[in-house]
């Protein structure tokens, strides 16, 4: 468990990973992760707790399994998306290599989240999000491929339209379902994810089916105990046979770093940057992505508008 766990019960639970499967009649192609270490990692670094927990937590699962569909480490996935609800947005970084961040774009007050996070089942994230609004995903292959694809999104509960993403702007047809399953302080209990696709041209009717299972909050359901990807595959493929593809451990990790802060800094050109300095002892930079904290002093400040002004001239 790594330092930035929050405190848990001392059984083991299953560490967070992505399996990949076909069916051994080569219809469908199934990926599972298990991510609740991952969201809980997550939602303690920007203390985020019930539909707020669950929106993020479906987000950042989705975006490991879009990003290590083609089982290249340099892959990036970047989704963003944009809703008319009170949380704004949400925006996640996943790389090929396991490793994924993200945020919200605003937080709840506790009134709004009296309002939100409450009920059993399946929580819905869409008042939250907002039923109207885009989703971006952009693909950087690495070797300066990039690919962008926009849609709108269709019911604001990330998972479906993410899916509805993969269907049309992609034109893979897929089923997704994400899930956070929160205990009873609101906090992440379990996260998981599935995703199911066909190939392109391929028959659909076992897809359709899949999709009525998954859309029956029978996700949510099997998620009230502790699964393993190998577990949620069967699920998925009724107990069908199936060849395993291998697997990627999964966790949140940001590349952020002092030299980061200081460049994003640097960004504000030698003026600006004097002009904090002469304002305030230190100037604090947060990470969105994992809020951590990178304090510059006025000296080092001043230091950097200097190096700025060299380089310029
Ligand atoms: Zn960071």
Do not use: W
């Amino acid at each position: 468990m790594s330092e930035d766990s929050p405190a848990r019960g001392c059984y083991a639970r299953p560490v967070d990973q992505l399996r990949r499967a076909i069916k051994s009649d080569f219809s469908l192609r199934v990926i599972a992760a298990v991510t609740t270490e991952l969201v809980a990692v997550a939602c303690s670094r920007h203390s985020l707790r019930g539909v707020e927990a669950v929106a993020l937590g479906r987000a950042l699962t989705a975006g490991c399994m879009l990003t290590t569909l083609t089982k290249h480490d340099g892959e990036r996935l970047r989704l963003e998306l944009r809703g008319s609800g009170p949380l704004r947005g949400i925006l996640v970084d996943a790389r090929g290599d396991g490793t994924v961040r993200g945020c919200l774009q605003r937080l709840l007050s506790a009134e709004e989240h009296l309002k939100l996070s409450s009920g059993t089942g399946r929580l819905q994230v869409s008042p939250a999000i907002g039923k109207r609004g885009t989703l971006v995903v952009t693909r950087d292959l690495g070797l300066d491929q990039r690919y962008q694809g926009n849609v709108e999104v269709v019911s604001g509960e990330i998972d479906e339209d993410i899916e509805h993403y993969l269907n049309t702007s992609e034109q893979l047809p897929s089923v997704l379902a994400c899930e956070v399953v929160l205990d009873q302080h609101d906090r992440v209990q379990r996260a998981a994810g599935v995703l199911a696709q066909t190939f392109p041209g391929g028959d659909t009717t076992e897809l359709d089916a899949l999709r009525e299972i998954l859309g029956a909050g029978s996700l949510f359901d099997l998620l009230r105990h502790e699964r393993s990807c190998e577990e949620l595959i069967g699920f998925a493929l009724g107990g069908e046979a199936h060849d395993d593809m291998g697997g990627v451990p999964l966790r949140f990790l940001c590349n952020c770093g002092a030299e980061r802060a200081r460049a994003v800094v640097a960004t504000l050109g030698a003026e600006d940057v004097e002009a904090l300095a002469a304002e305030q002892d230190q100037t604090e930079i947060r990470c969105e992505y994992c809020g951590s904290v990178y304090a510059l002093s006025a000296a080092e400040l001043r230091e950097l508008a200097a190096e700025i002004r060299r380089q310029r001239s």
